[in-house]
């Protein structure tokens, strides 16, 4: 066979894979095509993978790699990176105490705005947090997320004299995401600079978190179907690969939904979350909405009243959240074993078409159980 016949196949098989991979790359979700862009970035030298990190006055500060915004990323879909992080070298305690992200320019490294941050996910290995501190009774009860901040609740600390106690040497997983609701034509690289903050001192009360978010039923036999029965608290899934949960019982549950325009109420048991075994001291708590929430509230429908309700304010003539009110309390809120206690969330869709919606609370709770264990050392 000639050379110029193998070229010229060698040029129709090249040619019929770009094309190939062309339509393959456009069916992906805003998602996927946002993690393959990445990817390739890294591989072909556009993008340095690695963080810049910077470790001292008690405060670990961390820049992300580049992230290229060139269109509209809703929650989840953006851009992202992760980073395994060692607050010391050694097997010191030390302790946590506030969480802190910011977007800022790829070059000058200057704040912009908040708006593309999606969310920034802080996570533990559960397996060695709780050898370490010899409570294993613990491991694989929760998914072990610390904390998340996210659009809206950017910053997030501890009440004074409370934090959660760890390990210096031990990892936590860092995985931030970016997020651009508002510029459809946007064509730029930003990056996010993560803050976490910590405390040498000996005397402050150990917290342990407990993750609880709003799941709801769905039509498993035609997930996308409406309208639905608002009488059964059903919702529209906005996707079924993810955030879908079982109840136990054979039902499926969407921990990300969509909610219709105007006003609407949602809420689900958050009782097996909790899992409360007798009385658990309530002191803080982060919030995880999307845009369109409006309010938030733990509930407690034994005694009929919120334990606390979180305010959300919405921006004004754009998508995005304002602002999230956190909750923080010295004093504490008790919370009981005998109480049934659900997440109540309300929103307001002021567009025209459907959006997706969580509800999620990082809620933190005085660990007697672990400070007796500290006290003892």
């Not at 010899?134 to 998914?143: A, F, P, T, V, W």
């Not at 690969?241 to 006003?263: C, E, F, M, Q």
Request: glycine residues 6%; charged residues 20%.
């Amino acid at each position: 066979m000639r050379k110029s016949k193998i070229y010229k196949i060698l040029g129709v098989l090249i040619l019929l894979t770009i094309i190939g991979g062309g339509i393959w790359y456009w069916q992906l979700p805003n998602r996927h095509k946002a993690i393959v862009k990445s990817f390739l970035f890294e591989k072909l030298g556009i993008v340095n993978p690695n963080w810049k990190v910077e470790n001292k006055s008690e405060t670990y500060k961390m820049i992300s790699p580049e992230f290229y915004i060139d269109g509209i990323y809703k929650s989840m879909e953006g851009p992202k990176s992760s980073n395994y992080v060692q607050l010391s070298q050694d097997s010191t305690l030390l302790w946590l105490t506030s969480f802190h992200v910011k977007a800022i320019d790829s070059k000058s490294l200057q704040t912009i705005s908040k708006d593309f941050i999606c969310h920034t996910n802080i996570d533990f290995n559960d397996v060695n947090y709780y050898s370490s501190l010899h409570l294993e009774k613990r491991i694989g009860k929760q998914y072990p997320r610390l904390t998340s901040l996210s659009h809206g609740m950017e910053n997030f600390s501890f009440p004074e004299g409370y934090g959660v106690p760890m390990k210096g040497n031990e990892f936590l997983y860092v995985t931030t995401q970016s997020l651009n609701h508002n510029l459809p034509d946007a064509n730029f690289w930003m990056r996010h600079e993560v803050d976490i903050h910590y405390s040498r001192q000996k005397n402050l009360k150990p917290l342990m978190s407990r993750t609880a978010f709003i799941m709801l039923p769905f039509n498993q036999s035609d997930p996308y179907k409406s309208p639905l029965d608002p009488g059964k608290n059903q919702c529209i899934p906005a996707e079924t690969k993810n955030h879908t949960y079982g109840d136990g019982h054979g039902n499926k549950l969407s921990g990300h939904w969509v909610i219709p325009v105007g006003k609407n109420s949602y809420r689900s048991s958050v009782n097996s979350q909790l899992g409360i075994q007798d009385s658990l001291r309530l002191h803080a708590a982060a919030i995880h909405v999307h845009p369109f929430a409006t309010k938030i509230s733990l509930f407690d429908k034994t005694a009929n009243k919120a334990i606390f309700t979180s305010k959300i304010v919405n921006h004004k003539g754009k998508t995005g959240l304002t602002s999230i009110a956190p909750f923080s309390s010295v004093e504490g809120i008790w919370l009981y074993k005998k109480h049934d206690y659900e997440i109540v969330l309300e929103v307001n869709n002021t567009t025209a078409i459907d959006q997706d919606m969580m509800g999620s609370m990082f809620l933190f709770f005085y660990d007697k159980e672990l400070d007796d264990l500290l006290k003892k050392k």
